[in-house]
């Protein structure tokens, strides 16, 4: 079985914390060094783990406040 990067692995982290409700719409993410620490891992895979999940619209970054969960529109 190939091994998870380090990205895919803290992606998949967030995605499943997201889809648990433990991330709510418009709830802010821990903190770029939080994160650091909880994974035990350097900068740049959080940066490029929150990329990822940035481009697949799930959260979203504003300069200087931080990464939000992006709200979801109702399916009804």
């Known amino acids: 079985m190939p091994r998870v990067s380090d990205r895919q692995r803290i992606a998949q982290d967030i995605r499943d914390k997201i889809s648990s409700g433990e991330y709510a719409p418009g709830d802010k993410l821990p903190s770029l ?29 504003h300069q200087g406040m931080g990464t939000y969960v992006t709200p979801r529109p109702e399916h009804r």
Request: cysteine-free; overall charge negative; proline content about 3%.
């Open 33 to 61: 060094r939080e994160m650091i620490a909880q994974y035990g891992i350097s900068a740049e895979p959080v940066r490029s783990a929150l990329l990822i999940l940035q481009a697949e619209g799930l959260i979203e970054g």
